[in-house]
Antibody
Framework: QVQLKESGPGLVQPSQTLSLTCTVSGFSLTSNSVHWVRQPPGKGLEWVGAIWSGGSTDYNSALKSRLSISRDTSKSQVFLKMNSLQTEDTAIYFC?????WGQGVMVTVSS | DIQMTQSPSFLSASVGERVTLSCRASQNINKYLDWYQQKLGEAPKLLIYNTNNLHTGIPSRFSGSGSGTDYTLTISSLQPEDVATYFCLQRNSWPYTFGAGTKLELK
């Protein structure tokens, strides 16, 4: 059974760096892509970025300068790092294969 | 970026009613259009992929159609458990983009 689970801090201070981990099970990162999607409270979904089966990445152009996605295939983990966080980055962050979604992790940017 | 416009933003319908939700792309997306259902407090759930393919385990009352820039999700007979927000997603080109959603409620 394919599962994805996000983990990371719930609260980040403005201007600091967000680090999230997506731990997957039931499928191989070398055969499947993993995407990050975020959803501000009460709002719609925004595609953040992706890491492909070969290890290449693609990012939302609006976030590209602040964003890095990487992985550790031996641990079946995908990592998201976003720097210079602002209050508008407050959102639920999901990792997903687009077929299966993690439960999401709520990230609040506040001092 | 491809803009995805969903309509209506809000829909109220009765149990048993046929419901149609629309999604329009700002350019041709070659049927790379998926539909998701999101219930309050939950992650999105894939319903339909590539315009008209029903995902495993999804009831047959859900169906999708469309081509070019215009796409439709139809619920043939609305059930109480269908109350949710529905999003479309285009995967034709980068960046992938979602519609703003249609919130479906029971009348």
């Amino acid at each position: 059974q394919v599962q994805l689970k996000e983990s990371g801090p719930g609260l980040v201070q403005p201007s600091q760096t967000l680090s999230l981990t997506c731990t997957v099970s039931g499928f191989s990162l070398t055969s499947n892509s993993v995407h990050w999607v975020r959803q501000p409270p009460g709002k719609g979904l925004e595609w953040v970025g992706a890491i492909w089966s070969g290890g290449s990445t693609d990012y939302n152009s609006a976030l590209k300068s602040r964003l890095s996605i990487s992985r550790d295939t031996s641990k079946s983990q995908v990592f998201l790092k976003m720097n210079s966080l602002q209050t508008e980055d407050t959102a639920i962050y999901f990792c997903t294969s687009f077929i299966t979604w993690g439960q999401g992790v709520m990230v609040t940017v506040s001092s | 970026d491809i803009q995805m416009t969903q309509s209506p933003s809000f829909l109220s319908a009765s149990v048993g009613e046929r419901v149609t939700l629309s999604c329009r792309a700002s350019q041709n997306i070659n049927k790379y259009l998926d539909w998701y259902q999101q219930k309050l407090g939950e992650a999105p759930k894939l319903l339909i992929y590539n315009t008209n393919n029903l995902h495993t385990g999804i009831p047959s009352r859900f169906s999708g159609s469309g081509s070019g820039t215009d796409y439709t999700l139809t619920i043939s007979s609305l059930q109480p458990e269908d109350v949710a927000t529905y999003f479309c997603l285009q995967r034709n080109s980068w960046p992938y983009t979602f519609g703003a959603g249609t919130k479906l409620e029971l009348k």
